[in-house]
């Protein structure tokens, strides 16, 4: 059954140094989707795209983040320089049409120390 | 009810039994709602959903029944099994998923 991949399983870097979080979505889907969720916390919807532009973006997602589709098959999530508060784990998802059923992948956790 | 910082709401329930999970949610222009399961170190995985035009859906083991009056949503998971074990939690939809801060469910053999 095909599914998101999600590249690395766990992240760990310094305050104030740029990181890249690689998602593959499912081949057939249009739509990508990144999610964060803090310990503890519920998960919060940060951005999502379609053919090479962000759809929606929320209050979260500013100027430090950004998403790029470099190529067919990775859909990836910079954050440029990372605060301690962007510690939490990080969820992709594809779906195949907008407001369409979303496919998660298992997540980054994200670590800044 | 809801939760503040680590505390999730807890349901403890033997294996068999039926339970319920209930949500609240807050924009009465959410057209579509659904409900997920995450078990630890996992990402959210779809359960069932609903549109906002039905109030009641049936799945394999699971009802989920929608009350737009009072913006409430429930899970009943039948003969819960320990695999059930895990965190829920409901997302409504208006332009973006918003997601509920979820509840434990444990389940005993």
């Known amino acids: 059954e095909p599914e998101v991949t999600q590249t690395p399983s766990h992240q760990v870097t310094q305050m104030g140094q740029e990181v890249i979080l690689r998602c593959v979505p499912i081949?057939?889907?249009?739509?990508f989707y990144w999610y964060r969720q803090i310990l503890g916390q519920k998960v919060e919807f940060l951005v999502s795209?379609?053919?090479?532009?962000?759809?929606?973006k929320s209050e979260i997602f500013d100027d430090q983040f950004s998403v790029e589709r470099p190529d067919g098959s990775n859909f990836t999530l910079k954050i440029r320089s990372t605060k301690l508060e962007d510690s939490a784990m990080y969820f992709c998802?594809?779906?195949?049409?907008?407001?369409?059923?979303?496919?998660f992948g298992p997540g980054t956790r994200l670590t800044v120390l | 009810g809801e939760s503040v910082g680590l505390h999730l709401p807890t349901l403890s329930v033997q294996e068999g039994d039926n339970s319920i999970i209930n949500c609240a949610y807050s924009n009465s222009a959410s057209d579509y709602f659904i409900w997920y399961k995450q078990e630890s170190g996992k990402g959210p995985q779809f359960i069932i959903d609903i549109r906002s035009n039905m109030d009641k859906r049936q799945g394999q083991r699971v009802t989920v029944l929608l009350n737009k009056t009072v913006k409430h949503l429930s899970l009943q998971i039948a003969a819960t099994q320990p695999g059930d074990s895990a965190v829920y939690f409901c997302a409504e939809r208006d332009d973006t998923l918003t997601f509920g801060k979820g509840t434990m469910l444990l389940v005993s053999p």
């Open positions: 998802a594809s779906s195949v049409q907008a407001g369409g059923e979303q496919f």
């Open positions: 795209f379609y053919n090479n532009e962000i759809s929606e």
């Open positions: 081949s057939n889907h249009l739509y």
